[in-house]
């Protein structure tokens, strides 16, 4: 009796492709890599998105504070000039009038809107240091004009550290270096 299968009992050669593990199939693979591409593709979207809507944001506040600026520079300017009278009667260190005008001059010579922040924050903390005359102090102007125009900054501040704070801005930050900053405030008048 003979079988029907002829090759039942021969020799095979084995196969020069080689075959995958049981269980994976091309298919299935091929579902792997493409959903791998998908939720790439979705977080770089998104985390581009989030960076448009971040420089929009960053360009609302650099305006907010340009609005600012001119009020802040009338206050400074009466910093200066007061500063200038209470030195003749020597009430203040040489240094801290070196300081003022160093920060002062920082101020009104850059364009550049973290920086000149920076120096109105140092202006502002020499103003509400012990070393400042209280007299000049309570003297300087505090418009409702200029606290409008710092509140306006701070809440586009505020909006930019929301968007900072979202899933997408916390991947902008691996790549990319955004300062760090603080709700802008005047020295108190005491």
């Not at 200066?80 to 009104?108: H, I, P, Y």
């Not at 306006?152 to 900053?181: A, C, M, W």
Request: glycine fraction near 6%; charged fraction near 20%; proline fraction near 7%.
């Amino acid at each position: 009796m003979s079988c029907p299968n002829p090759w039942v009992g021969k020799m095979t050669q084995p196969s020069s492709t080689p075959q995958p593990p049981p269980g994976i199939s091309g298919k299935r693979v091929t579902l792997w890599v493409i959903t791998g591409l998908v939720v790439i593709g979705v977080s770089l979207s998104y985390t581009l998105w989030t960076y448009n809507r971040l420089d929009a944001a960053r360009a609302q506040s650099a305006n907010a504070w340009r609005g600012a600026m001119e009020s802040l520079a009338e206050r400074y300017h009466a910093a200066e000039l007061g500063m200038a009278e209470s030195a003749a009667g020597s009430a203040t260190s040489e240094e801290f009038n070196q300081q003022l005008k160093s920060a002062v001059d920082t101020f009104r010579t850059t364009s550049i809107v973290n920086e000149q922040v920076s120096a109105a924050e140092r202006i502002e903390e020499l103003i509400g240091s012990g070393e400042f005359p209280s007299r000049v102090r309570q003297a300087l102007p505090r418009s409702a004009r200029l606290q409008s125009e710092l509140e306006h900054y701070n809440q586009q501040r505020r909006s930019e550290l929301r968007l900072l704070d979202s899933p997408g801005g916390k991947i902008l930050e691996v790549f990319l270096n955004f300062p760090d900053s603080q709700p802008f405030q005047l020295a108190p008048a005491k």
